[in-house]
């Protein structure tokens, strides 16, 4: 089967940083993504990793490992509005994306 | 770049009724779109898949007669929830892949929050 594994919730300080991680199984494999979603309103897409490695894209950083698979996002200089839910996507066969619960982030000062 | 747009943003409606929302990419050619539903707290939860110019693929479970998908051009779909019911309410949300950058990313709509009373 698919499934993604990301922790429920994680709490870290304004100013910190903090890695989320993913695990995921997937029938086939074409690329992860990470998405970031606050409550109530649809996600917004923060990266897309297909090969192993760290993509670095300002306060954000995501990396893949294919062979572990295996995947975390790195949020630096955390701010009160990155309080939010990230979500862990990979792309299956069909070039479908796999959803989980993803992972609740909560930002305290 | 890579904006998708849908409307209503929330919409209230009559149990029996329906409900069209539509879903455009505003600065590129979505060649799939797809809907999710998504529930309180719930994960996304894909409900079809819908290329340009074919019928749409729906996910086990979601009943085609009654969400209607319409996806006539590169840059509009539509879903029609027909007679809608109080289960039918929550957060639709849309996504468009296409010819923009990473055709492989999927953009998000704002989503429609539709209430059945």
């Known amino acids: 089967g698919q499934n993604i594994d990301q922790p429920t919730e994680m709490t870290a300080t304004e100013g910190a940083i903090v890695q989320i991680n993913c695990t995921y199984q997937t029938s086939g494999f074409n690329g992860l993504f990470w998405y970031q979603q606050h409550a109530g309103e649809a996600p917004t897409f923060l990266s897309y990793n297909v090969l192993d490695g760290l993509e670095e894209k300002g306060r954000f950083s995501s990396f893949l490992s294919r062979s572990k698979g295996y995947s975390y996002l790195l949020l630096k200089e955390l701010q009160m509005k990155d309080s939010a839910s990230y979500l862990c996507?990979?792309?299956?066969?069909?070039?479908?994306?796999?959803w989980g619960a993803g992972t609740k982030l909560i930002i305290k000062p | 770049g890579a904006v998708v747009s849908q409307h209503p943003s929330w919409v209230i409606c009559k149990s029996g009724t329906s409900v069209k929302i539509e879903c455009r990419s505003l600065?590129?050619?979505?060649?799939?779109m797809f809907w999710y539903r998504q529930f309180p707290k719930q994960s996304l939860m894909l409900m079809a898949t819908s290329n340009e110019g074919s019928k749409a693929t729906y996910e086990q479970g979601v009943e085609k007669d009654k969400f209607l998908i319409n996806h006539a051009s590169l840059t509009l779909s539509t879903l029609t929830v027909t007679s809608a019911h109080p289960e039918d309410s929550s957060f639709y949300i849309c996504s468009a892949r296409g010819l923009a950058g990473d055709s492989d990313t999927q953009y998000f709509g704002p989503g429609t929050r539709l209430t059945v009373l």
């Open positions: 600065d590129f050619q979505a060649t799939t």
């Open positions: 996507a990979p792309m299956d066969s069909n070039y479908q994306l796999i």
